[in-house]
C-alpha cells in the first residue's frame, strides 16, 4: 500500500466553501426583504433600489453551481486515488492538492505519485458523454444526451495542456530546490465510468481506468535514474507543498 501525504486544500473543502457563500448570499436578499416588509410601508417596494439585491440571487447561483463543480471532481479524484493508494507498494508516495506558489509558476496538482522509477503528475477529469479531440487542439468537444434523448454538446478546454503545465512546474519547482536530472511524467485520466474518450495523442498519457493508470506507473522506465539521494529530497520538498 502506497504512503499517501494530503494536501490541506482538497476539492471538497472548495466545494463547502463555495457551498456556504452560496447561503450566505441567498440569506442577504431575503433577510434585507423581511426587513422592508416589516419596517417599511408598501409604497417603498416600488424604488428600483429595493430590487438590487437580486443581484445575490445570481451570485448565490453561480457559488452554488461552483460548488456542485468541485463536489463531482472531488469524487472523481477519490476513485483514482483510493485504487492507487491500495494497488501501489509502500515504496510509493501520494501527494495530493499539491500547491506551488512560486511567481513563475503556481498552480495546483491533483495527484501526485513518486516512486523510484520516475515522478508522475496525475490530472483527474470526472466529465461523462463522448470526449473527442486531439493533443494540438485548443478546446474538446464533450457530447451528452440529455433526459428526453437530445444530444448537446459543449466544449472543454484541452486537458493535455493542463496536465503538461503540472508537469512543466512540478520539474520546474524541483530543479529551484536543487533536484534538477528529474522528468515528470505527466497522466491525464478521465475517472467517470460513463465516459467514452476518443482523444489523438503522442507524447502524453491518457486514461480512462484506475487500472491503466498504476499499470502504466508500475511498467514506467525512466531514461534517467532516480538516485535515492534524490528520492529522499523530492519527497522532502513535495510535503512543503500539501
Known sequence: ???????????????????????ILLLLPIAYWIYLFKFSDWSSFGNIYNYLPCIFFFMAYYYWRRA??????????????????KYLPNQYRIFTNCRLNEKKCADEIDILVVGENGIFAIEVKNHN???RGS?????????????????YCNKM?????????????????LRSQGIRRQWVEGILVFSNPDASVFVKTTKTKVFTSSEDVENYILNYEPSIE???DDFKRTIKCLRMLC
Open 68 to 85: 456542485k463543480i468541485f463536489r463531482v471532481g472531488a469524487k472523481g479524484e477519490k476513485q483514482i486515488l483510493k485504487h492507487l493508494k
Open 1 to 23: 500500500m502506497a504512503i499517501l501525504h494530503k494536501g490541506s486544500r482538497s476539492l471538497n473543502v472548495k466545494a463547502s466553501k463555495y457551498f456556504l457563500w452560496s447561503i
Open 157 to 173: 478546454k484541452n486537458p493535455i495542456r493542463q496536465t503538461k503545465r503540472h508537469a512543466h512546474n512540478i520539474a520546474q519547482y
Open 226 to 228: 532516480f538516485s535515492r
Open 129 to 131: 458523454g463522448f470526449i
Open 135 to 151: 493533443e494540438e487542439e485548443d478546446e474538446w468537444k464533450q457530447e451528452k444526451i440529455g433526459k428526453h434523448g437530445k444530444t
